[in-house]
């Protein structure tokens, strides 16, 4: 067997995105042991650029290892019980999987939905909030399959009237739409790294307000083993040993609990992940994929295609269209990625072989990599037999960076 080897891609889809290699160079820093002193400060500086990110003086803001994934199931397997009621604004994909990982927490999940392309009105979310008195609201920031961006300034300051613990997935809006967890009042976020963060799927961050906190340690059994005398178990047990963020917050803490061994080079990936996004300064980051994002969006509508849901409301770092009529969407991002090594996305339930998802993020939000995608996809385009303006894409999009 041959060693691994890949071919070069520009990943202009909506997630996992071409890695920075700066955070590549990152991850091939040999290992130390979990307890080394140089590790634990090294753990230490990610909690402390990570309360940076996600704008927050929380103490408890750390890493999950696993996937964007993980750090939701742990969010929700740590703060719900069985019969707890949950709210969950569902306007896209993401939204469902909220509701699929409640309902397997145990929780009595309750739902408000909008059709796919469009937001709630934080109204909405408040006569939700009275009615249904949940224990936890759980909401998407931004949601790929959609490409919206829900509106969140007034959401935490809702739940807190209701006594509501406010949760956000941020897995694919952190670092490239506008995120301020103290300011908004949210209680806990997650995230991932493979997104606006430009780093590697399989760690996600995350942090808790000590509410939050409060409510998780209500209920902290310390597993057999590694309890001390002084380890007194209170409240329902959390039902997933992995996910157990009591315990986890423990291994991050000065006590170091040995829970499990840390992910270490995705724990170096999301250190450098952090130092970029910081060192570029947070707004800026915003505004850099808000440049590139509308450049994108408008070289789209120069090639004639129409773009999906709210204008008003769409993620900075992903964009979707209307596949053409007659034009099968499949076939034109093989095209792509055979001819030219790019690659899109399709996406998921009602807009399955709908629409197109082009993402500009991280380390691809930049000008090159827009024009490319854009001058390659006229060309596929044009092989499928659509009508398209000569040069109108990349046209388009000069006007934006002019």
């Known amino acids: 067997m041959n060693p691994l080897s890949m071919p070069p891609r520009l990943l202009m889809g909506p997630g996992p995105i071409t890695v920075d290699p700066r955070v590549l160079q990152a991850m091939s820093t040999q290992l130390v042991g979990?307890?080394?002193?140089?590790?634990?400060a090294a753990m230490n500086e990610v909690m402390e650029l990570y309360r940076g990110v996600f704008r927050t003086a929380n103490e408890q803001t750390f890493l999950v290892d696993?996937?964007?994934?993980?750090?939701?199931?742990?969010?929700?397997?740590?703060?719900?019980?069985?019969?707890?009621?949950?709210?969950?604004?569902?306007?896209?994909?993401?939204?469902?999987?909220?509701?699929?990982?409640?309902?397997?927490?145990?929780?009595?999940?309750?739902?408000?939905?909008r059709s796919w392309g469009e937001v709630f009105d934080p109204a909405e979310i408040e006569t939700a909030l009275q009615q249904v008195q949940p224990k936890v609201l759980a909401i998407v920031q931004g949601d790929t399959s959609t490409t919206m961006c829900q509106p969140?300034?007034?959401?935490?300051?809702?739940?807190?009237?209701?006594?509501?613990?406010?949760?956000?997935?941020?897995?694919?809006?952190?670092?490239?739409?506008?995120?301020?967890?103290?300011?908004?009042?949210?209680?806990?976020?997650?995230?991932?790294?493979?997104?606006?963060?430009?780093?590697?799927?399989?760690?996600?961050?995350?942090?808790?307000?000590?509410?939050?906190?409060?409510?998780?340690?209500?209920?902290?059994?310390?597993?057999?083993?590694?309890?001390?005398?002084?380890?007194?178990?209170?409240?329902?047990?959390?039902?997933?040993?992995?996910f157990v963020l009591a315990q986890i917050m423990d291994y991050w803490g000065p006590r170091r609990l040995n829970h499990h061994t840390e992910a270490t080079s995705l724990l170096y990936a999301a250190r450098e992940c952090a130092r970029l996004l910081l060192d570029e300064g947070l707004d800026a980051a915003v505004a850099r994929h808000g440049l590139h994002g509308t450049a994108m969006l408008e070289g789209l509508r120069g090639l004639g295609l129409t773009p999906f849901g709210d204008p008003t409301h769409k993620m900075t770092n992903?964009?979707?269209?209307?596949?053409?009529?007659?034009?099968?969407?499949?076939?034109?991002?093989?095209?792509?990625?055979?001819?030219?090594?790019?690659e899109i996305g399709m996406s998921f339930g009602p807009l399955a072989g709908?629409?197109?998802?082009?993402?500009?993020?991280?380390?691809?939000?930049?000008?090159?990599?827009?024009?490319?995608?854009?001058?390659?996809?006229?060309?596929?385009?044009r092989s499928e037999g659509a009508t398209v303006?000569?040069?109108?894409?990349?046209?388009?999009?000069?006007?934006?960076?002019?």
Not at 318 to 342: C, N, S, W
Not at 357 to 364: I, S
Not at 389 to 402: D, F, I, L, P, S
Request: charged fraction near 20%; hydrophobic fraction near 45%; charge should be negative.
């Open 34 to 40: 979990q307890y080394d002193p140089t590790m634990t």
């Open 389 to 402: 303006t000569a040069g109108g894409g990349v046209g388009a999009a000069r006007e934006v960076y002019a």
């Open 152 to 242: 969140l300034a007034e959401i935490g300051a809702l739940c807190r009237a209701h006594g509501v613990i406010s949760y956000v997935d941020a897995t694919a809006s952190l670092g490239g739409n506008h995120f301020v967890t103290d300011d908004w009042g949210i209680d806990v976020v997650t995230a991932g790294l493979q997104k606006c963060l430009g780093g590697p799927s399989g760690s996600a961050p995350i942090t808790l307000s000590p509410v939050a906190v409060a409510m998780i340690n209500a209920r902290k059994h310390i597993e057999a083993g590694i309890a001390t005398d002084s380890d007194t178990p209170s409240g329902s047990r959390i039902a997933s040993n992995y």
């Open 318 to 342: 992903v964009a979707a269209v209307h596949i053409p009529d007659g034009v099968d969407g499949e076939k034109v991002r093989t095209a792509l990625l055979d001819d030219f090594g790019i």
């Open 66 to 113: 696993g996937t964007s994934r993980a750090g939701i199931e742990a969010a929700l397997v740590s703060l719900l019980e069985p019969g707890d009621r949950v709210l969950v604004p569902v306007f896209g994909r993401f939204g469902h999987l909220l509701v699929e990982i409640a309902q397997r927490c145990g929780a009595e999940v309750h739902t408000l939905h």
């Open 354 to 381: 709908k629409v197109w998802r082009v993402g500009t993020m991280a380390y691809n939000a930049r000008k090159d990599a827009v024009l490319t995608t854009l001058a390659a996809l006229e060309q596929v385009l």
